[in-house]
């Protein structure tokens, strides 16, 4: 899955997507397994536009209740479809997450939107289809994913 995205990447057309290159979006996300988790908390994104094209978000959560639960993770983006007020664009992500007393990484890979409401171009709502991978429960496991964007996020631009 991570060769095939990676494959669709390099050979994508340049993209004529929302312009937010050097801006930078501040909201949450709660995509990752430690959401669904015991004591699951939604975490903190951070999500930077280094080019028209690029993007990428940093995601850090925490809940200190025990069992802890815990997330750090990346995801890069790149849009490959143009409308006014919505980026179309495909992810790569992976993180380290703890829930219930066990540590795992998780991978998610494919594709997702962003939406912008005229008017409130500052203001971002995502969702996002793909698949993801983790080893959470002691074995890898590989699902679906379908997240809304009260799990994949919004975002306000500064």
Do not use: W
């Amino acid at each position: 899955m991570l060769l095939l995205a990676t494959i669709v990447l390099s050979f994508t057309e340049t993209s004529h997507a929302r312009d937010l290159q050097g801006r930078l979006g501040v909201g949450y996300n709660a995509q990752f397994s430690n959401r669904s988790a015991s004591n699951g908390v939604p975490a903190l994104s951070f999500r930077y536009a280094l080019t028209k094209e690029f993007g990428i978000q940093g995601i850090f959560g925490v809940a200190t209740s025990s069992p802890g639960n815990t997330v750090a993770a990346l995801k890069l983006f790149k849009n490959v479809f143009y409308e006014t007020n919505l980026n179309f664009y495909f992810l790569l992500g992976g993180g380290v997450v703890t829930a219930q007393g066990t540590s795992g990484a998780e991978f998610l890979g494919g594709v997702g939107s962003e939406f912008f409401i005229p008017g409130l171009e500052s203001l971002s709502f995502c969702f996002e289809l793909g698949a993801s991978l983790t080893n959470l429960t002691g074995s890898f496991v590989l699902k679906t994913m379908g997240a809304s964007f009260l799990e994949a996020g919004m975002h306000f631009y500064f």
